[in-house]
C-alpha cells in the first residue's frame, strides 16, 4: 500500500494479495475526512486504511463490472451508507443498493470532485474516473498495455475510447489503472517496437523496481505515448514488426494495427 498526495486529496493504491495484481484505491479529501473507493478487491486492508485514517466512505465506484473489480463491494458498503455507482449497464450486475451515473457526470465527496467519461470497450459498461490531473482508468488503460477483449470487449469500441477520451487527455494526467501488469506489457511494447528507446529505458526501469519488490510510480498520458503500443497505432516500426510476425497480416489502418497487437498480446507470454 502506497500513498499520494494531490491538491486537497489523498490516494492510497491498495494491491491486493492473492488477486491479478489488482489495484484498489482510496481517493479522500483532505479537508473533511470523506472518501470513496474505487474497484475494492480483497476488502481487508481497504477497510484498515480507512478505518487508521479515520476516513468516511461517501462512495463505492466500480470502473466496470469484472468480478475481481466489484469483490470487495459488499464489505465495504456495510460502513457507509452510500452507495456503489456503476455506469447503467453495469447497475444489475452489483448490489441493489447503488446508483448509475453516466458520461459527464460529477461525483461529490468532500470538498473534492470526480467526473465520470464513459469509455466503453473492455466492457460495455467501463467508466474513467477523472479529477483534475489524475485518471483512474480501470482495465482500459495500463501502464504500457490496455485491457484485453475477452470477456465482453469489443475492439472498435475500445479502440475508439483510447483515441477520444484517453489520449485527449491533458499530458500531465497521472494514470491509475486496475492492475499492475507493467514489466510483461513493456516486454511485450520492446518487442513490437524494439527500436524505441522509451520502451527500452521504461523496461530497465520497472525491472530495477521489480527486483527491490517495488511499484511503479503512476505514470502520465505524455509517457504512456511514448511507449504504451496501443497508443501508438500510426508508428509505422511497429507495423512492421507485426507484418514480420505474421506474413498474412496484411497492415493497414492504425484500427488493423490495434487489433492485430490485441491479438498477439493475448496469446504472448
Ligand atoms: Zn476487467
Redesign the pocket.
Known sequence: METFSGEGYGIARIKAERSDNNYSYVIWCTKTSGCVVIDPNDPVPVLNFIRDNGLSVKYIIDT?C?P??ILGNDPVLKVTLGKILVHPLGFDLVSPRSATVKDGEVIKFGEQEIKVAYAPG??PEHILLLMDGEAFT??TLFLSGV?NLR?GGVAEDLFDTLETKVKTLPDGTRIWP?HDYAEANLRFAVEVEPRNPDAKKKLADVKKLVKKGKDPEPTTIAEEKTYNPFLRCGSTEISKALSKKNPEWKGGSPFSVFTELRRLRDGWK
Open positions: 466496470h469484472h475481481d473489480h473492455h466492457t480501470g482495465d485491457g470477456h486496475g
